[in-house]
């Protein structure tokens, strides 16, 4: 029996999603990781070298925590299709790191019969310090009538739905806190600053995308 599929409908704005743990890392993922996406840089599968190179052992690479992230998006928009999504890095994942990654409805809009949500992502360790956070847009049907209607060759359901966001009046996506800790006043993340590495991938092949890592 098909999962049950999501749908723009039944979504508000601050729904969270639920939460997603992995088991914790370990060097054998790591190892797996490599061969599976090609990424053999010895700082994260040769603990002589990582050592050499000042770092206290192997790291996991951003991109595996970027792909956690990514599960969660998948698990949750069942039948919807990811149209933008992109991370900032902002702390390193050692061995035996569990990393906790969970997202929250910021965006809802719907125009034409094309219907959008937007959901800020954030991944924590064990110790609930943030380790990553970014943003994911899916594009979803209305409703099961409204899917069953195209899948038939038919128009869309139609449905003006005015942007909901749970931005401050005057602020912008880039500036909206990942993680609610953030929007109570606490303390920054160590090294959530500006300069950290960003990663964006679009499941659109006609957008324009870019993934930066820092080894």
Same mark, same amino acid.
């Given at each position: 029996? %098909?999962?049950?599929?999501?749908?723009?409908?039944?979504?508000?704005?601050?729904?969270?999603?639920?939460?997603?743990?992995?088991?914790?890392?370990?060097?054998?993922?790591?190892?797996?990781?490599?061969?599976?996406?090609?990424?053999?840089?010895?700082?994260?599968?040769?603990?002589?070298?990582?050592?050499?190179?000042?770092? %206290?052992?192997?790291?996991?690479?951003?991109?595996?925590?970027?792909?956690?992230?990514?599960?969660?998006?998948?698990?949750?928009?069942?039948?919807?299709?990811?149209?933008?999504?992109?991370?900032?890095?902002?702390?390193?994942?050692?061995?035996?790191?569990?990393?906790?990654?969970?997202?929250?409805?910021?965006?809802?809009?719907?125009?034409?019969?094309?219907?959008?949500?937007?959901?800020?992502?954030?991944?924590?360790?064990?110790?609930?310090?943030?380790?990553?956070?970014?943003?994911?847009?899916?594009?979803?049907?209305?409703?099961?009538?409204?899917?069953?209607?195209?899948?038939?060759?038919?128009?869309?359901?139609?449905?003006?739905?005015?942007?909901?966001?749970?931005?401050?009046?005057?602020?912008?996506?880039?500036?909206?806190?990942?993680?609610?800790?953030?929007?109570?006043?606490?303390?920054?993340?160590?090294?959530?600053?500006?300069?950290?590495?960003?990663?964006?991938?679009?499941?659109?092949?006609?957008?324009?995308?870019?993934?930066?890592?820092?080894?």
């Amino acid at each position: 029996m %098909p999962a049950r599929k999501l749908y723009f409908e039944a979504i508000r704005v601050g729904d969270e999603l639920p939460a997603l743990a992995k088991a914790p890392v370990d060097r054998v993922q790591l190892s797996r990781y490599a061969g599976a996406s090609g990424d053999y840089n010895p700082v994260h599968v040769d603990e002589v070298y990582a050592k050499s190179v000042g770092m %206290p052992s192997v790291y996991a690479p951003g991109m595996l925590i970027m792909g956690m992230l990514g599960q969660l998006i998948s698990d949750w928009a069942r039948g919807g299709q990811l149209r933008r999504y992109g991370v900032r890095f902002i702390k390193m994942v050692w061995p035996g790191d569990t990393v906790v990654c969970k997202g929250r409805v910021s965006d809802r809009h719907g125009s034409g019969g094309r219907y959008f949500v937007e959901i800020d992502l954030w991944a924590e360790n064990q110790r609930g310090e943030l380790l990553m956070k970014g943003q994911a847009a899916i594009q979803l049907f209305y409703s099961l009538e409204d899917e069953n209607r195209q899948r038939s060759g038919q128009s869309p359901i139609v449905v003006e739905v005015p942007r909901e966001s749970i931005l401050a009046p005057g602020a912008t996506p880039d500036s909206a806190p990942a993680a609610p800790a953030e929007e109570t006043g606490a303390k920054k993340a160590p090294g959530s600053k500006k300069s950290a590495k960003t990663a964006t991938e679009a499941s659109n092949p006609d957008a324009e995308g870019t993934k930066k890592h820092k080894k």
